[in-house]
């Protein structure tokens, strides 16, 4: 059974920083996509960033810069380290992952099989 579990969210003041943590059980990361998605109050789930097989990395155009996806084959653990966030980052950052995502896909949450429970992002102003 796969299991993933975000950690590291909590209340920060615009213009910090914050690394999440994604951990999983029964899942190896290195072997599959693996991305960061996210939900404010009132929309719908939007892409954050994404790392493949390779360690190669995806993000949406308006996060490049100040999010910087990795992750650490040796710990089994996918990362989000955020700088720079602003009152707009606030939401529920979710991890997920699963055999069907490729490059055309990475950013398609409905392709992500599994899912973590999310970690709250606040970021106050």
């Known amino acids: 059974q796969v299991q993933l579990e975000e950690s590291g969210g909590g209340l920060v003041q615009a213009g910090g920083s914050l690394r999440l943590s994604c951990a999983a059980s029964?899942?190896?990361?290195?072997?599959?996509?693996t991305a960061w998605f996210r939900q404010a109050p009132g929309k719908e789930r939007e892409f954050v960033a994404a790392?493949?097989?390779?360690?190669?990395?995806r993000y949406t155009n308006s996060l490049k810069g100040r999010f910087t996806i990795s992750r650490d084959n040796t710990e089994n653990a996918v990362y989000l380290q955020m700088n720079s966030l602003k009152p707009e980052d606030t939401a529920v950052y979710y991890c997920?992952?699963?055999?069907?995502?490729?490059?055309?896909?990475?950013?398609?949450?409905?392709?992500?099989?599994?899912w973590g429970r999310g970690t709250q992002v606040t970021v106050s102003s």
């Open positions: 029964g899942w190896t990361f290195r072997q599959y996509y």
């Open positions: 790392i493949d097989g390779s360690g190669s990395t």
């Open positions: 997920a992952t699963g055999p069907a995502v490729n490059w055309r896909t990475y950013d398609n949450s409905a392709k992500y099989d599994y």
